[in-house]
């Protein structure tokens, strides 16, 4: 046991006596001086005491001797980064490879970012109390937090119910029951009409991916808006799709619903300028990728878009550092959403979802769908669900959702390396036939 002075010590300290009681051999290692030890915790230490366990300095010797370790040394009241020898300690702890069992939270670990404050206990299992903290589901903490369980502890739930939560997560099946049924008598023209631009000079595949993942999520009509010379390669490979050249894009744009733009846009004058002629149309729209970027060189504001920024695309987007981003992923959205508008996706480990209002993070997903390509997929997969009527919120919660369960159905059939953007469209469409 690695147990702190404060309340996650406290609970260190229950744990050992219920080991102990149970027939285990315990040894606990106590961080800090005994002296400073109060309330709850302190009533916690003296009944470990009482029933014949005693405390030690940290031990190489007693570790290795150990079959598992359970780190009670800080909870979520850490507000500074560990460093110096207890820095050390963690770090040579992380090292042994041994099963660890975090009380609440991995030490060193953020409650609220997710960030490693200077070092952090790399746990097998982490047991959460009470409420699930955003932080172990976000940034680093999937990477520190091991399997995670939570009990509220036999608190009523009224008294839970009645706090505001930073974020929530919901099923994919509430987001599905969004979308409207469909009907026997109903026709392509009333599935939905996306238009997507984007593919420029090397980058025809971008605009695919999202024209593919309209298609495959049931828009009824898909328009691809891209370079003259892409339009007969990309109808070969995907017949569903129509594709025009820019010169149509405003003719085709007012038939449609929606518009999604950035998949292989390019930086270059043509890109700029179908962005240009894009901010003025007065459709829903969702900005992705290059988008982003060239949003960012002339910010505005607009009620009726989704922007889907990676890390790197909101730090360009706010003038800040990646890392930035990061450290605080739940700031960061609030005031992506508070400088341009609309609903707003930070992608990512947890992807955050906010529209000014509410903020719903996604549990689902996983480190193999870190591939070009994945944007692409997302950015179709939330028009076409616009497109069909769903509010903005709605139809975005339903495709990051969507988008990352398909991506753990891959992972569990083929494992994490080498899933493709491509698959994963096919496999959203087979989940959407379990809605109900």
């Known amino acids: 046991m690695f147990c702190g002075t404060g309340n996650n010590g406290g609970d260190g300290f229950v744990v050992a006596q219920l080991a102990l009681l149970a027939g285990m051999e315990v040894q606990v290692l106590l961080h800090g001086n005994p002296d400073s030890i109060q309330g709850d915790a302190l009533i916690a230490y003296q009944e470990m005491i009482a029933v014949g366990t005693t405390t030690n300095a940290f031990s190489e010797s007693l570790i290795t001797q150990a079959d598992i370790l359970v780190d009670a040394l800080f909870g979520t009241g850490l507000d500074r980064p560990i460093s110096g020898q207890l820095a050390e300690q963690i770090q040579w702890l992380n090292q042994t490879k041994k099963p660890v069992l975090a009380l609440d939270l991995p030490s060193g670990l953020n409650a609220d970012t997710g960030a490693i404050l200077g070092q952090a206990i790399q746990a097998t299992h982490t047991c959460t109390f009470i409420t699930r903290k955003l932080g172990l589901h976000t940034f680093q903490g999937s990477d520190t937090a091991g399997k995670v369980h939570y009990s509220r502890l036999f608190l009523p739930l009224d008294i839970i119910q009645s706090q505001s939560p930073a974020a929530l997560n919901h099923s994919l099946k509430h987001w599905m029951n969004k979308l409207p049924e469909r009907l026997a008598s109903q026709h392509k023209g009333v599935a939905g009409t996306v238009c997507l631009v984007g ?12 024209g593919l993942a309209s298609l495959k ?13 892409h339009t007969v ?10 594709c025009y050249q820019p010169k149509e894009l405003m003719t085709q744009a007012n038939l449609s619903n929606v518009v999604g733009i950035g998949p292989g846009l390019g930086l270059d004058d043509w890109g700029k300028k179908l962005y240009q002629q894009i901010l003025d149309v007065p459709l829903p729209k969702v900005v ?40 605080d992923r739940v700031q960061a ?62 139809a975005t919660c339903l495709g990051v959702s969507l988008h990352a369960h398909a991506g753990d159905v891959l992972a569990q059939q083929k494992g994490q390396p080498g899933i493709l953007p491509s698959e994963l469209a096919s496999v959203m469409s087979q989940l959407m036939s379990y809605r109900d």
């Open 233 to 242: 390669a990309i109808t070969q490979s995907i017949p569903e799709l129509m």
């Open 199 to 210: 593919g420029n000079n090397s980058m025809m595949g971008a605009i695919q991916l999202a």
């Open 333 to 394: 959205i609030k005031t992506l959403q508070q400088k341009y508008g609309g609903v707003i996706v930070l992608k990512g480990n947890g992807s955050l979802i906010y529209d000014g209002e509410h903020m719903e993070i996604c549990l689902a997903g996983n480190p193999g769908m870190a591939v070009g390509g994945m944007g692409d997929v997302l950015t179709g997969t939330i028009a076409t669900f616009i497109a069909q009527g769903l509010s903005l919120w709605d």
């Open 217 to 229: 999520v049931g828009a009824g009509l898909v328009k691809v808006i891209t370079h003259a010379e």
């Open 288 to 327: 992705d990728a290059d988008a982003l970027k060239l949003l960012a060189l002339n910010p505005q504001q607009q009620s009726n878009w989704v922007l889907t920024p990676h890390p790197g695309e909101a730090a360009l987007l706010l003038n800040i550092t990646t890392p930035e981003i990061q450290a």
